[in-house]
């Protein structure tokens, strides 16, 4: 009603564009927090360790609506970033991509942050405990270099916590996106979806939600292939419940 267009041709066109957000988001704090509870989770101490843990309290305890306001303060003051939208009007022919990508930066990093100091509290927890696991240890004492006994045996054994919470890591995404979405103007479900509130479009409020219960769904599934792969006794349980059902 508020458009004059069909939900179901509104409805993904947004869809897309929050789906591009929210991986870029994801991909940032995957690349970011799991590397850095790496690092604090296989060190007791040192300077590079504590800092990081100081970084991800602070980010923890900032919300994605708090962090997207400062970055757009920042970037309001600096210049460096667009503030907002998705592409810029005068954008030059040939760098659409560019572009897309330069408004990127803001939304993603203010979805993506906090994220990553999740992926790294979990990872470092999950890290230290697999540090002191026996096969560890007994490699560590035949002399095999501590830092390829961490990057290459440990690492499959500890990200078993990761795979099995990226269905909520997704819930909390989606949540995240929508929150950015309206501060930052990018035109996705979140702006979609209040500007229908506003109006009482209940069909395209309808659809918004559907979509995002899509989003949950597809985050759930893709949970569960990854705890497949990083861990074969989650498939191996599942196709003993299959032949005992």
């Given at each position: 009603?508020q ?36 690092v604090?989770?296989?060190r007791r ?8 843990r100081?970084?991800s309290?602070?980010l ?16 309001a ?18 760098g ?8 990127l ?10 994220l ?12 230290s ?10 490699t ?22 990761i ?16 929150a ?23 069909y ?22 990854a ?6 006794r ?7 419940g299959?032949?005992?059902?």
């Open positions: 009603m458009y004059e267009r069909p939900v179901r041709d509104l409805v993904p066109e947004r869809a897309r564009n929050t789906a591009i957000l929210a991986l870029t988001a994801l991909a940032l704090a995957t690349a970011v927090g799991l590397p850095l509870g790496i604090t989770g296989s101490g040192g300077l590079l360790a504590n800092a990081i100081a970084g309290l602070v923890l305890s900032m919300p994605p609506l708090l962090t997207s306001l400062f970055l757009v303060f920042v970037a003051r600096t210049g460096w970033f667009p503030i907002a939208g998705m592409r810029s009007p005068g954008a030059p022919a040939g659409e991509l560019a572009d897309l990508l330069h408004h930066v803001l939304p993603a990093a203010a979805i993506g942050l906090p990553a100091a999740m992926i790294e509290r979990l990872q470092s927890q999950a890290m405990e697999v540090v002191g696991e026996p096969f560890v240890l007994a560590l004492a035949r002399g095999v270099p501590r830092a390829r006994v961490i990057w290459r045996d440990a690492l499959k054994a500890a990200l078993r916590p795979a099995s919470v990226y269905g909520l890591i997704v819930g909390t995404l989606l949540s995240g996106s929508f950015v979405e309206v501060i930052s103007a990018w035109p996705g479900l979140g702006t979609l979806m209040l500007g229908a509130l506003r109006t009482r479009d209940v395209l409020v309808a659809g918004c939600a559907g979509a995002g219960a899509l989003f949950l769904a597809v985050g759930t599934l893709v949970s569960d292939v705890l497949a792969l990083v861990d074969p989650a498939s191996e349980a599942a196709a003993e299959r032949a005992r059902a």
